[in-house]
């Protein structure tokens, strides 16, 4: 019995220093999306003072692109877990479409951790 204790002793004091790190590492763009029928996201809301409200991304763009993959067609889950979301520190390149502008605009991103608690930047359409 005094061994088994010792032992889950042991194996929580290894592993959960390593368990916050990995956690603190983990970032974003501070985008709150919705998927729509083709598969592009529409941005909902977004993060104040997140990396993509810095850069001016806005309520109501269209994210046609994230790090070279094509977001029409693609799963929603999959952008958001596995492009939008990574290592903080780690750069990320999304394509929008603007309502409005015939050009897609790009922003160049790097993801940081966020504080999203009171913190998200609403934007009435046309803004």
């Known amino acids: 019995m005094i061994k088994t204790l010792c032992a889950i002793l042991l194996f929580a004091l290894v592993t959960l220093p390593g368990h916050a790190q990995a956690t603190a590492a983990f970032g974003g763009v501070g985008i709150d999306g919705v998927p729509r029928g083709d598969g592009t996201i529409v941005v909902r809301q977004l993060v104040a003072g997140g990396p993509a409200h810095l850069a001016g991304i806005k309520a109501g763009d269209i994210i046609t692109q994230v790090d070279g993959t094509p977001t029409a067609g693609s799963d929603f889950k999959f952008i958001v877990e596995r492009r ?44």
């Open 84 to 127: 939008l979301r990574g290592r903080a520190g780690t750069p990320v390149l999304i394509l929008v479409r603007r309502p409005g502008n015939p050009k897609t605009l790009t922003f160049k991103l790097v993801r940081r951790q966020l504080n999203v608690a009171g913190n998200v930047k609403k934007e009435a359409k046309g803004e």
